[in-house]
């Protein structure tokens, strides 16, 4: 990495989430260079310690931990913890008794879901882990080869994680000295990429790094109008990627595409290697339990479950990502012992077609929601089904108190008219519970339309293909 990004720059620049950074760092490759039998047992320190502080500090576990019996010593990382999952309704509906004690609400960090599988939530972080999860990543990033200084185009579908109107001074630190150039975009048509191209043919960009929708539209555009440039490292994160869209991507670009992995909740916690055989799950960072759901034609499938090893602030212990995911059934050619995902089956997100060929990509709706969702009293899941070109179909559940109902009703469809630049024709269904797909997943958002005669259309919608139906998960 660049000494003087790591040790000078960021630090000084960004001390709220890379203060300490280079001995952060350290403390990462000091861990990928020790023996399997080392990091085995850092992990199993790890875990027992934040089991240890979950049980002395906060009082949902507490009450959790004695009702299962279980204490923090009894803990194995070879084996399932014997407790119950954490699901979003925890987080939902006791915030203040899963904060930790030993802080102070403001020494936390608030943030929240992005909500593609139920409403929103919002939870905490303490700084320290968030300075860790930070370090984490850039680590994870030098996998491939993508180094902080290295010139980076981000093609990025949440504008709440890039600068929306960013001062010069923010603009000269990103653009000039990171050179990390932003491209954000809620609704992905040709003006918005070859906005993209425009960027990507000036910038001449060393990484992509983008959202696997948006990634897999943009190789569709540059395919059709051509490119003189070619990066060396293309990153997807924050969706699956077909195999058909992993083809294009590459073919377009000539690399192969690295996938991440992470979530709001816990991080980014796992990368491809340079061998691309699967996602790798860091243990330095998280202690990862796979629980079989049944098969798909990809193989089993297992819920993905993440006790995350950094965040003190707020513990996610057990929890449930909602995502589904099949096991590769051989160790990587990298050598590393880490756990391995062959495949992310959930977290496909289809998008709202638009009459012009355009796509609001179902990412783009989850954050929506998720600026939204936190205020909401009644509303608990929502799915939206496109019926045609002009018309969503709104499956909602509720919860207990359901008084708020119809107001934030009407506030989630002015919201999505406004994302559209058009009001649509909405029909609303109550449901008791949105129901998930094969694959084990919920998906926000369902297109039911035959894809346009668009190439990019196309790109962007899963696609279809039988698959057996699977045990629920349970509730």
Request: with cysteine.
């Amino acid at each position: 990495m660049s000494i003087f990004h790591t040790h000078m720059l960021l630090p000084l620049a960004e001390p709220e989430r890379h203060a300490g950074l280079p001995a952060r760092l350290r403390a990462i490759r000091r861990f990928e260079r020790s023996s399997d039998k080392v990091q085995r047992a850092a992990q199993q320190q790890r875990l027992q310690r934040i089991l240890d502080h979950a049980y002395n500090t906060v009082p949902f576990y507490r009450q959790r931990f004695d009702d299962a019996g279980f204490r923090p010593s009894d803990a194995r990382v070879d084996r399932p913890l014997p407790l119950p999952v954490l699901k979003r309704d925890d987080l939902r509906d006791g915030v203040s008794a899963l904060l930790s004690s030993s802080y102070r609400l403001q020494d936390l960090r608030r943030a929240g879901s992005s909500g593609t599988t139920s409403t929103p939530i919002q939870f905490y972080r303490d700084i320290e882990g968030l300075r860790n999860k930070t370090a984490l990543q850039l680590q994870l990033n030098s996998w491939s080869g993508y180094k902080p200084g290295d010139s980076v185009l981000m093609l990025w579908g949440a504008h709440r994680d890039l600068a929306m109107q960013p001062s010069w001074r923010w603009r000269f630190y990103e653009e000039t000295l990171m050179r990390c150039t932003p491209a954000p975009s809620g609704i992905i048509n040709d003006e918005i990429l070859e906005r993209f191209r425009e960027r990507y043919e000036t910038r001449r960009p060393k990484v992509l790094y983008a959202y696997s929708t948006v990634l897999a539209a943009f190789a569709a555009f540059m395919q059709r109008r051509g490119m003189t440039h070619r990066p060396t490292t293309v990153i997807a994160t924050a969706e699956v990627m077909n195999d058909e869209n992993r083809k294009l991507v590459e073919s377009v670009f000539g690399v192969p595409v690295t996938m991440h992995y992470g979530s709001r909740e816990v991080g980014m916690v796992a990368a491809e290697c340079l061998d691309h055989e699967g996602l790798h799950f860091h243990p330095w960072s998280s202690y990862v339990e796979f629980d079989p759901i049944g098969d798909t034609p990809d193989g089993p499938a297992y819920r993905l479950l993440i006790t995350d090893l950094l965040n003190y602030g707020q513990p996610f212990i057990r929890y449930d990502t909602g995502d589904c995911v099949t096991l590769s059934m051989q160790s990587c050619s990298c050598g590393r012992w880490f756990p391995m995902v062959s495949k992310i089956l959930g977290r496909v997100c289809e998008g709202i077609i638009l009459a012009d060929g355009g796509i609001v990509p179902g990412i783009t709706l989850g954050t929506q929601m998720a600026q939204m969702g936190h205020t909401f009293r009644s509303i608990a899941q929502v799915q939206f089904v496109q019926k045609s070109l002009h018309h969503i179909h709104l499956r909602y559940a509720v919860k207990e108190d359901s008084t708020a109902k119809q107001p934030e009703l009407d506030s989630i469809r002015t919201a999505i008219d406004a994302l559209m630049n058009q009001p649509m024709h909405w029909s609303l269904e109550q449901v008791a519970d949105i129901p998930r797909e094969r694959s084990g997943k919920i998906r926000l958002c369902v297109s039911e339309i035959p894809p346009p005669d668009s190439i990019l259309a196309n790109t962007l919608l899963t696609p279809k293909r039988p698959e057996p139906q699977l045990p629920e998960l349970a509730s």
